[in-house]
T-cell receptor
Framework: GQQLNQSPQSMFIQEGEDVSMNCTSS?????WLWYKQDPGEGPVLLIA?????ELTSNGRLTAQFGITRKDSFLNISASIPSDVGIYFC??????????FGAGTTVTVRA | EPEVTQTPSHQVTQMGQEVILRCVPI?????FYWYRQILGQKVEFLVS????????KSEIFDDQFSVERPDGSNFTLKIRSTKLEDSAMYFC???????????FGQGTRLTVV
């Protein structure tokens, strides 16, 4: 299956800072999704991207679908304590399954 | 807001026993999935289900696993003879006619002892 590399693996950030994380793949995807997972919970869909080059925002979150279709990034602006969690990228080609990245663990310093 | 619900939230079972994990997908969704997440690791695809049959499965989904949609609302994952390495969080997900946005349930934590 497709391998996704997500970076950074973890980050400590100051409240109010902007955060950026990305995912790269060795093969192309037709859809990129970004999820957030809190401890003991299921992944919650944050942003979905359907077209190469697409830039989409959801509140303080912005994500882009890379032109090559092999990468995507997620930005969080003006981070707050509730941004703590694990962020996963997921890619989808033409089949039904999602291939997930290993996650970026975000911890906010108050 | 519609959501995917899973029961139980936590299941402890003895090795070799059968377990059934239950899910109620979002009502107008057509595609259903099971994923697994071993503690501290990434989410892994197990199986997708559409039109009352498996559309795709991973190498994890061997003969010990089966899925069923016994009625119009439930979607179940059965593990016939559990092994210690089956201990994980199991997530059900569903997606609508556009099938690309998958919404996840809260998960069932399966502990095999």
């Amino acid at each position: 299956g497709q391998q996704l590399n997500q970076s950074p693996q973890s980050m400590f950030i100051q409240e109010g800072e902007d955060v950026s994380m990305n995912c790269t793949s060795s093969s192309i995807f037709n859809t990129w999704l970004w999820y957030k997972q809190d401890p003991g919970e299921g992944p919650v869909l944050l942003i979905a991207l359907y077209k190469a080059g697409e830039l989409t925002s959801n509140g303080r979150l912005t994500a882009q679908f890379g032109i090559t279709r092999k990468d995507s990034f997620l930005n969080i602006s003006a981070s707050i304590p509730s941004d703590v969690g694990i962020y996963f990228c997921a890619g989808q080609l033409n089949d039904y399954k999602l291939s997930f990245g290993a996650g970026t663990t975000v911890t906010v310093r108050a | 807001e519609p959501e995917v619900t899973q029961t139980p939230s936590h299941q402890v079972t003895q090795m070799g026993q059968e377990v059934i994990l239950r899910c109620v997908p979002i009502s107008n969704h057509l595609y259903f999935y099971w994923y697994r997440q071993i503690l501290g690791q990434k989410v892994e695809f197990l199986v997708s289900f559409y039109n009352n049959e498996i559309s795709e499965k991973s190498e994890i989904f061997d003969d010990q696993f089966s899925v069923e949609r016994p009625d119009g609302s439930n979607f179940t994952l059965k593990i016939r003879s559990t092994k210690l390495e089956d201990s994980a969080m199991y997530f059900c997900a569903s997606s609508g006619p556009g099938w690309r946005d998958a919404f996840f349930g809260q998960g069932t934590r399966l502990t095999v002892v």
